[in-house]
């Protein structure tokens, strides 16, 4: 008995979770929808402060040089520019990235090669470092994988007034189109740049800096106590550490900031266990804080579900798993498949969300008929294979369990003629999760089964999804082993 109302209590607040997310992130929708109507164009930069550029580096040997070259082309006044690469590297590395500076250096830009004794505190350690020695009153950040525009520092400069305390872009992607992953990955990081950023703002709600591809004032990263490395997100905990202060942010949807996304699986994994580990870090960080703060109840709401948004991934994992045995019990009693049918709710989940991409997806440039419906659902199934890896992620997360900095691989892959084959920086090697996500893949067809023979054909496509998602990227993961 204990064990059924264990099921049916986790099952339950899982789903109220997943259906309360999802809400929240329809209420952002409303909010892009209003704001969209209301855009303005981009103000001209009237005074030229000092800046300084960060260019955090570890083991970039595939694309520093490019980078490099394109925070040293920046149309701004080279008496009041700065360029820092703050290299924590053990490999070639260094040297490419020595030779590059002296490069520079010869053309008259004020760049430095800074370099640490150890990776004490990982990027948030050297964005410190770097900050005791910059020039500048503004800090612009760019991670590798970047290739910033020329104009950014003109047009990011123009939007701060007295009390701006950083001012994000959105991230574009130079190999939006290289496969099915890049794909994936541009369709959901593309309504996170436009809907919940733009929604965020236009709420009043605490937007935050992505890590990259932004400019913060000096004065603001000092007030709010510098950067710190007590979790794997420094630019999500510093955000909130200045927002709480009374700092105020600025998302600028209109202007991008070129990048390169993983091109592998194991890479999106390093990156998306980076990114749900520290939100939840962050979450059971600052949570009290926000909801001692003041703010609107709205904006409360916002916040918390900012902060805990990496856990729908564990909440998907928990009902999802859940839903198989509840399949069975609802079958033998009367109450729990009262209770079973409650199951309904994940279609307001699903229709929230389709909604949510539908709006990115049409107040972008790639149109809505080639990529939404091309896109939304095989989108859901990878999700939710990923379920069991960002769900862990979160867990370690909330449990405050530490683990370094994992850094993403970069690879300089942009066309269909690129290729990842051969990059050192790949590691061939099996994981625990990669087979367990194997395992889940039987046991939600397993669940498949189960319901037809029960005649119950409820869960039959949810099960469906679940074991296609684990099955994909059960493949996906092992692919590179196989071709290397």
């Not at 918390?304 to 399949?327: E, G, I, Q, T």
């Not at 709006?359 to 809505?368: E, F």
């Not at 300089?412 to 994981?431: F, L, R, T």
Request: with cysteine; hydrophobic share 45%; aromatic share 16%.
């Amino acid at each position: 008995m204990i064990f059924e109302v264990t099921i049916l209590s986790l099952y339950v607040l899982s789903l109220v979770f997943i259906c309360f997310f999802s809400l929240g992130q329809l209420h952002l929708t409303w909010h892009y929808l209003n704001a969209s109507i209301k855009k303005k164009p981009l103000n001209p930069l009237k005074e030229y402060p000092r800046v300084t550029v960060q260019l955090p580096v570890y083991n970039e040997k595939y694309v520093i040089e490019r980078l490099i070259d394109a925070a040293c082309s920046f149309d701004y006044p080279r008496e009041l520019l700065e360029i820092q690469v703050l290299d924590d590297s053990t490999d070639e590395t260094v040297a490419i990235i020595a030779d590059k500076v002296k490069e520079w250096k010869l053309k008259g830009i004020d760049i430095n090669h800074v370099t640490r004794a150890d990776r004490v505190g990982f990027k948030a350690g050297a964005l410190a470092y770097g900050l005791a020695l910059a020039k500048g009153d503004f800090i612009a950040i760019f991670d590798a994988d970047f290739l910033p525009n020329a104009y950014f520092l003109k047009v990011t400069l123009s939007e701060f007034s007295e009390n701006t305390g950083m001012v994000q872009t959105r991230w574009g992607h130079i190999n939006r189109d290289y496969s099915f992953l890049t794909k994936l990955q541009a369709f959901a990081l593309d309504a996170h740049f436009s809907v919940e950023q733009v929604g965020r703002q236009h709420a009043g709600s605490f937007i935050n800096f992505n890590g990259t591809g932004g400019i913060w004032r000096k004065r603001c990263i000092e007030d709010a106590g510098g950067w710190s490395d007590d979790t794997l997100t420094e630019d999500l905990d510093l955000s909130y550490r200045a927002q709480l202060k009374g700092w105020k942010f600025k998302y600028l949807e209109r202007f991008d900031s070129p990048a390169e996304l993983p091109v592998i699986m194991s890479a999106i994994k390093s990156q998306q266990y980076r990114w749900n580990k520290g939100a939840a870090e962050t979450a059971r960080k600052h949570f009290r804080k926000v909801l001692s703060a003041k703010m609107s109840w709205i904006n409360k709401i916002h916040a918390f579900f900012h902060l805990f948004n990496s856990s729908v991934f564990m909440c998907v994992f928990v009902s999802a798993v859940l839903s198989v045995p509840m399949l069975y019990l609802s079958a033998q009693n009367e109450y729990y498949h009262k209770v079973f049918t409650y199951g309904w709710v994940l279609l307001i989940g699903f229709f929230s969300i389709a909604f949510y991409y539908l709006v990115a997806t049409v107040n972008s440039r790639r149109g809505l008929s080639k990529y939404f419906f091309i896109l939304f659902l095989p989108f859901l199934v990878v999700s939710m294979g990923l379920s069991l890896h960002n769900g862990l992620a979160v867990l370690e997360g909330l449990l405050g369990k530490k683990t370094p900095f994992v850094r993403t691989p970069k690879f300089n892959v942009i066309s269909s003629k690129d290729s990842w084959e051969g990059n050192v920086y790949v590691k061939s090697k099996w994981s625990i999760i990669t087979l367990l996500e194997a395992c889940m893949s039987l046991y939600f067809g397993f669940g498949i089964v189960l319901g037809i023979y029960l005649n119950d054909f409820k869960l039959l496509f949810f099960h469906f999804m679940l074991s296609m998602g684990f099955a994909m990227v059960f493949l996906f993961s092992i692919k590179p082993i196989k071709r290397g």
